[in-house]
Nanobody, 127 residues
Framework: QVQLVEAGGGLVQAGASLRLSCAAS????????MGWFRQAPGKEREFVSAIARSGRKTAYADSVKGRFTISADDAKNTVYLQMNGLEPEDTAVYYCAAAFTASMTTVVVTPQNYRYWGQGTQVTVSS
């Protein structure tokens, strides 16, 4: 089992920045590719960003590319999502997720391939 706890959400104005964190416990953190997803009211959960086990390969949704940055600190068993230039359209509950991968370079972008999920943290961006 892997337990994931997100933190760092909040209410900000458009243009502001937030950094989300996701602390993992349980199984060996370095065995898992990590991802961030978000879900706005009335919408499907959507992919935001993902990072491979190596930390050297990442992926981003087009809507956040250039504004968000994913990173991981294996020593702290934590993955981060730095969000700059926030827009009202970024308002959602943000979830982190963990997927076991044999490869160090696999980036997982589909929610169905993630086994473990956090409880989510709310991000609200006002205009």
């Amino acid at each position: 089992q892997v337990q994931l706890v997100e933190a760092g959400g909040g209410l900000v104005q458009a243009g502001a920045s937030l950094r989300l964190s996701c602390a993992a416990s349980g199984r060996t953190f370095s065995n898992y590719a990590m991802g961030w997803f978000r879900q706005a009211p009335g919408k499907e959960r959507e992919f935001v960003s993902a990072i491979a086990r190596s930390g050297r390969k990442t992926a981003y949704a087009d809507s956040v590319k250039g504004r968000f940055t994913i990173s991981a600190d294996d020593a702290k068993n934590t993955v981060y999502l730095q969000m700059n230039g926030l827009e009202p359209e970024d308002t959602a509950v943000y979830y982190c997720a963990a997927a076991f991968t044999a490869s160090m370079t696999t980036v997982v972008v589909t929610p169905q391939n993630y086994r473990y999920w956090g409880q989510g943290t709310q991000v609200t961006v006002s205009s």
